[in-house]
């Protein structure tokens, strides 16, 4: 007996009709993403800027192809070695579905997050394709390994693309090739496909034209409401930055200030998150006098402001006004990421003009030296840099999301492809998470500091070279004698351990070299109280430089420690110069309080 027409009908747990409903809706939201995509192209308002890019992977991919095809008999040992892993799993699938106990002919790496959900493991079907798709790509990968005539940039570019290509087509990024997708779907009726559709709308829009993934939902954090809470006043401004000095919280503080230089390329607060979570806190409640550079967010009409700019604007600028405001002459400074290039940059300065301003340099996940600069160097050749320079000189700028992406490409499966599956695929809206909702606060980057800190430093690592040349000085890192506290983060995929390391051995001053457990995020920003990770300190330092400039060498020798590392530098800071002074409140001195912080320049988004 049919159905009576008031009931809709019903397989399992599905209401077709409902699901139907919301296909329909789900072809009507991609189109209102379609069309957000488009019209800014229609516009003008974004010119096409992937040509380069597709033909630079056609080109290097086509390279490894020629290698295999132009001799039949690699060609064949291609085709086989494909074939026969194929005919494994064929095999072994055919085994189990008799009952039989089979071993996987391929299993994702422990620390793959893709493929925890049991079906992959307990569904034959969903077993059967996690496993072709684990085998195509190691073959994919051995094709790259194993092609002897690349040459080493080639090949790591070739690598980066394989492995790119290869994440994107895993199956657990579409709907009916992921269990865990096709349960949602179903359970849904289709209606976490059209709440994806509506959130990739929302994503376009607020990418004015481009993809601008929500890795946090942004509308759970504001700068200076939750984030950015250290009390403080901005005491100096100038085109390129702010300088917070922050609010004592005891009596006496260590008469030698603390400057922090962070990378312009992010906002300072990664440093001060929230107060459980902040190391500007955790300085200013262990004494020191702490100022901050808060770098501006720039516009087209500072794109001709160069790393000069930069270096004079910036930590030049914050030692005439920390002396105008303290009285010191000299600092402890700390650079993290470029801004630790940067600072590394001012000493050498500073030492060709026989200047001596800063006590003591820590250097946060900082490179000085780029020969080890990871798949970075992916984005770095003279083709590459050109075409930045030719969008930049369009805009003035490179804008951040720009930069963003690179970083979230290094490592897709964590940064990019949940993120996809969650918003898109699922429906949801991304959790609230800080730490990610600063990644995505990105800034921008002016045209002439860009183009020189890509040449210069990625391109021809001039400045460990000894050519550098800034206002005339050629730079010489070796004449830099002031001790150095040389942070690294052991899977820091931005500047790879393996390159801080060798930088140590450049400069001309004794260096501590520390490794901290986890990456350049994580690895920096490792409160004491949270007990997490771990560092690494020579256990037989004599106080000159690291005993080797291998890290796996260096590694064997070194003593591991439970926990932070911020301890261990507060104790070696505190060795350059113990004394102390009565607390210094901001704006008490020469320089008048301009606001409260965390100032105006951070909050500008990109």
Known sequence: MDKPPSEPLKIGAVDIETFASNLARMVEEGGKAL????????EGQIKGGVADEVTDVVKTL??????????????LELQSSLGRAYLDLWGGAVKRMSGEAIAPVAIPDAKD???????????QFFDFLKQAYLVTAQWADHLVKNADNLDPHTRQKADFYVRQIANAISPSNFVFTNPELWRETFASNADNLVRGMQNLTEDIRAGHGDLKIRQSDPSQFAVGRNLALSPGKVVFQNDLMQLIQYSPTTESVLKVPLLIVPPWINKFYILDLTPEKSFIKWCVDRGLTVFVISWVNPDAQLATKSFADYMHEGPLAALDAIEAATGESKVHAIGYCVGGTLLTVSLAHMAAKRQDRVLSATLFAAQVDFTHAGDLMVFVDEEKVSAVERQMQEQGYLAGTKMATAFNLLRSNDLIWPYVINNYLKGKTPFPFDLLYWNSDATRMPAANHSFYLRNCYLENRLTKGEMEIDGAVLDVKKIKVPVYNLA?????????????????FFG??????????????????????????YWTEAKASGGKPSTGDLDTWLIAAKEHAGSWWPDWFEWLKKRDSESVPAREPGGGKLKAIEDAPGSYVRVRD
């Not at 086509?62 to 060609?75: C, E, F, I, M, T």
């Not at 457990?517 to 949270?530: C, E, L, R, T, W």
């Open 35 to 42: 069309a957000a995509y488009i019209k800014p192209r229609e």
């Open 62 to 75: 086509g390279q490894v192809a020629d290698y295999w095809l132009s001799d039949p008999k690699r060609a």
């Open 113 to 123: 997050k893709r493929f925890t959900d049991p079906e992959w493991s307990t569904n």
């Open 489 to 505: 983060a052991r899977e820091d995929h931005i500047a790879p351990a393996k390159s801080v390391l060798l930088g140590s051995q």
């Open 509 to 534: 001053g004794p260096v501590k070299f520390v490794l901290a457990g986890s990456g350049h995020i994580a690895g920096v920003v490792n409160p004491p109280d949270k007990k997490k990770y771990q």
